[in-house]
Nanobody, 125 residues
């Protein structure tokens, strides 16, 4: 059973950067696509970025294209989300999730079978 643990969240000024990490414990998740979602208070959970098992394909939500970069290091069982040019709209709890092996869909959260507990990102004005 894979457990996903997010880290790296915190408080950052507008225009600043953070790097989030999603680490797997128990066993490797190197054969699975991993994505980041986020949820702001009172809003629906939204797809942020995803990456295939070998890092050969990535996908981004429209609101973060050009600012965020997803990557993975399978040797460390870790997926990263580099977030640059942060603004107040990026304030949310960020979750990483493992996509079901049979799925080719990125942004439907029902296609993911394992989730971390989330890490808070707060962007101040």
């Amino acid at each position: 059973q894979v457990q996903l643990v997010e880290s790296g969240g915190g408080l950052v000024q507008t225009g600043g950067s953070l790097r989030l990490s999603c680490a797997a414990s128990g066993r490797s998740f190197s054969d699975y696509a991993i994505s980041w979602f986020r949820q702001a208070p009172g809003k629906e959970r939204k797809f942020v970025a995803g990456i295939t098992w070998n890092g050969g394909s990535t996908n981004y939500g429209d609101s973060v294209k050009g600012r965020f970069t997803i990557s993975r290091d399978n040797a460390k069982n870790t997926v990263y989300l580099q977030m640059n040019s942060l603004n107040i709209e990026d304030t949310a709890v960020y979750y990483c999730a493992r996509r079901r092996p049979s799925s080719w869909s990125w942004d439907d959260d029902r296609q993911y079978d394992h989730w971390g507990q989330g890490t808070q990102v707060t962007v101040s004005s």
